[in-house]
């Protein structure tokens, strides 16, 4: 199983990105998929995951109302659509999968920076 993240770059605070992520391979067995980011010198956290099965997602607090997660079956991919962009923002976005017996996969990593 690979997956292949696009849509990172650098953007002004209050501009928007849109990442995908790509699921390679045998994606009949996912139980969710989602970002997770990191900061240089912090740990990885977070940012919003949703179940393959029913769409319902999760959101981290600080990008609730701004970001939103959605996957799309046919294409085995999901999206992160960031809205209102903040500084504190900038990371590298890592996508992840689940499977139903708990496994997780990531990819490799895309870069998001917000300039002030």
């Known amino acids: 199983v690979q997956l292949v993240e696009s849509g990172g770059g650098v953007v002004q605070a209050g501009g928007s990105l849109r990442l995908s992520c790509v699921v390679f391979?045998?994606?009949?067995?996912?139980?969710?998929l989602g970002w997770f980011r990191q900061i240089p010198g912090k740990e990885r956290e977070l940012v919003a995951s949703?179940?393959?099965?029913?769409?319902?997602?999760v959101y981290a607090d600080f990008v609730k109302g701004r970001f939103t997660i959605s996957r799309d079956k046919s294409e085995n991919t999901v999206h992160l659509q960031m809205d209102n962009l903040k500084p504190e923002d900038t990371a590298v976005y890592f996508c992840?999968?689940?499977?139903?017996?708990?496994?997780?996969?990531w990819g490799q990593g895309t870069q998001v920076t917000c300039s002030s």
């Open positions: 992840y999968r689940r499977t139903i017996d708990g496994t997780d996969y």
């Open positions: 391979g045998r994606a009949f067995s996912t139980r969710s």
């Open positions: 949703i179940r393959w099965s029913d769409r319902s997602t």
